[in-house]
């Protein structure tokens, strides 16, 4: 046992640590002497290896390339392969490497210390060495050249006895010409996770296997019918392609037992790629993409990996919920963004995966929170929190409670255990580090699982976006652990729904806790206050448009995207993006604009005075209304009052020129301004001001006109004058062939010896007057000029 106290979780007794010094100290005099006698540059050499090796990783970097099986159980064959490298200036001669398994580590802490220092040459010499032929012996490594071993021993040499986590350090041994006798030159310390037999309690894990990726859509849409998107680069493309990071997430966890947490925004951005899209370029106009065939079978193999499976939908876009929080919630507004983003997410996925899913999860950026943090989360409608357990800490328990926790108001967190999430972290490119990585997290779920006989309900939230290498990590290890014996996977609502440990800590923590640095990744103020800006716009811009669905859609779901998470360290793409947003929108709306006009002039008291609008969107515009003002309603008068407002209507393509009655009450100059409004009130677009000048009608003008106007007054009399004269005479004529004709009648009518009577004589004034005698009024009429305005008899 004295071997096994070099290891975290033992603790030697004080008389062997007095012992140990003091063989030390024995054993360094000799050394001493020797350094004494040797010439001076190398016994410095000498003394800086002894240094080195005393305080750190050794002159030889032992790297574990591969350690199968990760678990191993009773009959297997436990075969670890790696490199040896030289990384000293001297050739290491007698090398061997061998392996050393230390007693079973007591803790999870020690899990975790172990792994810290992984090639720490302090305590590279303890635990049982195995020995006989299960070493690899090399003749001599050159400085700076890499060289492999491999060896294969039966798991029963090993000596494993109780179920546990045993520390297994691969060393390697040798001497240089400056150290004449053999030593530990280098180490690589990992895990062997025992556990042969069936647990008597299994722990119930969650992994989450999460399907992001950054923002790679515009608000840009082409003027076609079918609205063809705009990406921002064809990196999507890539991501997706076989090999590739999304491709290989989805390779990987067809397998698993995972419960699936994806982002509606990657979902459109492939489904839009399917089929017609462009890409920005640095041409005027963006280049046709060419990778629909990728995107259709990545959805293809994602629709047939889902199938069956637990599927959680994060708002559209992955919003930042700590920045919302801190920065956004005195933005107004800004949480009405967070409600139309999760609105949209149910929707997203089951049009392109026909699935399900579950929205009622919110997952903050690496499970940090605080009580703002929450609010804001479960603002929208989620009642459940991915947190993490180096957030929401446990005080005085001895064992890793259950993830669900009630922290009031109906929300339940759901504590991610952050030791087994941040197993695959970091640069996992290199074997060796991801062989590690997948030990270290069997290595902490199996001493979870020996804590306590308590069923315990545990979830795993792994980095947001993992790389290639770090989903094969995460897959190798979770493909280990479900064919383990220790532990059996459980969807994510279980987990949120199972029994809470009443000892578990409940309280959320301040907000003063919160991680600063996390916190100077935040999104600021001035971003949330931009997104304002642009949905103000861009609610004026669709109470005119006929079809507002193209422009609302596009432009809702990129304010969506502003507020990613994934633009955390990437500032200035963040900036950029948002003011593309708003300036494309602002393009837009000045597609429906007022002419510009110069200064009009009114001759006269009243005139009109026309107002074009026009309209270079694909769509027609209305409900939008025409306000002409006077500025000086004193001088000028528009519709009787000092405004007038008009209703419009444009096609798409189109303007339309209105005119607006106005009257001028004095001469001079007076200003107008011609601006859009929403039927609401509100102003669209810039006004346009110009100048109306009132002229009077001058003495010169009016003396011509009035010239004008008396010689055709005189014209007219004269002609009239000379009608009248010749009615006249036409009348006397008239009269007088009547007097006549009488008179001979009367005659004829005498009898024969009687004689004749005088025209005129009282006979005719007895007799009856028949119709066709004349009446005498005509000898009353005057035969000289008629006067003016006298009518004339015809």
Do not use: C
Request: charged share 20%.
């Amino acid at each position: 046992m004295a071997e096994a106290a070099d290891f975290p979780g033992t603790t030697p007794s004080p008389a062997r640590r007095w012992l140990r010094r003091a063989g030390a100290l024995l054993a360094a005099a000799p050394l001493l002497a020797g350094l004494l006698q040797l010439p001076a540059p190398v016994a410095h050499a000498a003394v800086q290896d002894s240094v080195k090796a005393a305080t750190g990783a050794g002159s030889v970097a032992v790297a574990v390339d591969s350690l199968t099986p990760s678990a191993p159980t009773a009959g297997d064959t436990l075969t670890v392969s790696g490199t040896v490298t030289n990384n000293g200036k001297q050739t290491v001669t007698g090398a061997q490497v061998d392996l050393r398994v230390g007693a079973p580590l007591a803790t999870r802490s020690a899990v975790a210390t172990t792994a810290d220092r992984a090639d720490d040459l302090a305590g590279a010499g303890a635990g049982t060495e195995v020995g006989g032929k299960y070493v690899a012996k090399f003749a001599q490594l050159t400085p700076g050249i890499a060289q492999s071993f491999s060896i294969s021993v039966p798991v029963d040499a090993l000596k494993l006895k109780d179920d546990g986590v045993y520390p297994l350090n691969v060393s390697l041994s040798g001497q240089t010409s400056a150290r004449l006798w053999e030593q530990t030159l280098g180490v690589q310390r990992t895990f062997l996770p025992w556990h042969p037999d069936a647990a008597a309690t299994a722990t119930r894990t969650t992994v989450l296997w999460p399907l992001l990726s950054t923002v790679h859509m515009t608000a840009e849409t082409g003027s076609d019918e079918q609205q063809t998107p705009v990406f921002l680069d064809d990196d999507l493309a890539k991501e997706i392609s076989p090999g590739g990071r999304l491709d290989q997430l989805v390779t990987l966890g067809r397998s698993l037992d995972v419960t699936w947490v994806i982002d509606p925004d990657l979902l459109a951005s492939v489904d839009a790629m399917a089929d017609r899209y462009t890409v920005r370029s640095d041409l005027d106009t963006p280049t046709a993409g060419a990778h629909q065939a990728v995107a259709k079978r990545w959805l293809a193999e994602l629709q047939d990996a889902v199938r069956g499976k637990e599927v959680v939908a994060l708002p559209f876009g992955d919003p930042d919920l700590a920045s919302l929080a801190h920065n956004g919630t005195g933005v107004t507004g800004s949480l009405n963004q967070l409600k139309a983003a999760t609105d949209v997410a149910a929707t997203t996925v089951e049009t392109v995966l026909h699935v399900t899913p579950s929205t009622d999860f919110a997952w903050p950026t690496e499970g940090a929170v605080d009580p703002s943090i929450v609010k804001v989360a479960t603002s929208a409608g989620a009642d459940k929190v991915i947190t993490r357990s180096d957030s929401l800490r446990e005080t005085g328990l001895t064992y890793t409670p259950s993830a669900a926790r009630p922290i009031g108001g109906g929300t339940t967190a759901v504590v991610a255990d952050a030791e087994l999430s941040t197993a695959f972290t970091g640069d996992l490119t290199r074997a060796s580090t991801s062989t590690l990585a997948v030990q270290k997290f069997l290595a902490q779920s199996l001493a979870l699982n020996l804590q306590t006989g308590r069923q315990r309900s545990i979830v795993v939230a792994p980095p947001r976006m993992p790389t290639a290498s770090q989903a094969q990590a995460m897959a190798e290890a979770v493909t280990a652990l479900q064919n383990g014996t220790w532990s059996q996977p459980q969807q994510l609502t279980a987990a949120a729904s199972a029994k809470p440990d009443p000892a578990a800590a409940t309280k959320v923590p301040a907000q003063s806790k919160y991680s600063a640095a996390l916190r100077k990744q935040e999104l600021p103020r001035s971003a949330f206050e931009r997104m304002a800006a642009t949905q103000a716009k861009l609610d004026n811009f669709e109470l005119i448009l006929t079809d507002e669905s193209r422009v609302v859609t596009p432009f809702g779901r990129a304010i969506n995207r502003e507020m990613a998470t994934s633009w955390r360290g990437r500032v200035t793409a963040a900036r950029t993006f948002r003011q593309d947003v708003q300036t494309y929108l602002t393009t837009l709306t000045s597609q429906v604009k007022l002419i510009e006009k110069s200064e009009t002039k009114l001759s006269g008291r009243s005139a009109t005075i026309p107002v074009t609008v026009q309209n270079n969107l694909v769509q027609g515009v209305d409900r939008l209304v025409l306000r002409l003002t006077s500025t000086n309603p004193t001088r000028l008068e528009i519709g009787g009052d000092d405004y007038s407002e008009q209703l419009i209507e444009v096609s798409g393509g189109h303007s339309t020129t209105v005119k607006f009655t106005t009257s001028a009450n004095v001469n001079g100059q007076t200003s107008v301004v011609a601006q859009l409004y929403t039927e609401d009130g509100r102003q669209y677009g810039a006004p346009v001001r110009f100048d109306v000048k009132v002229t009077e009608i001058t003495a010169a003008a009016m003396l011509v006109i009035g010239g004008g106007v008396l010689l055709l007054v005189l014209a007219g009399f004269r002609m009239y004058t000379q009608r009248k004269r010749a009615a006249a005479r036409e009348a006397e004529e008239d009269a007088r062939d009547g007097a006549e004709a009488p008179e001979d009648a009367a005659i004829a009518a005498v009898p024969e010896g009687r004689p004749a009577e005088e025209p005129g004589a009282e006979a005719g004034a007895d007799a009856p007057v028949q119709p066709s005698d004349e009446t005498l009024d005509t000898a009353a009429e005057s035969t000289g000029p008629s006067g003016t305005g006298e009518r004339v008899d015809r």
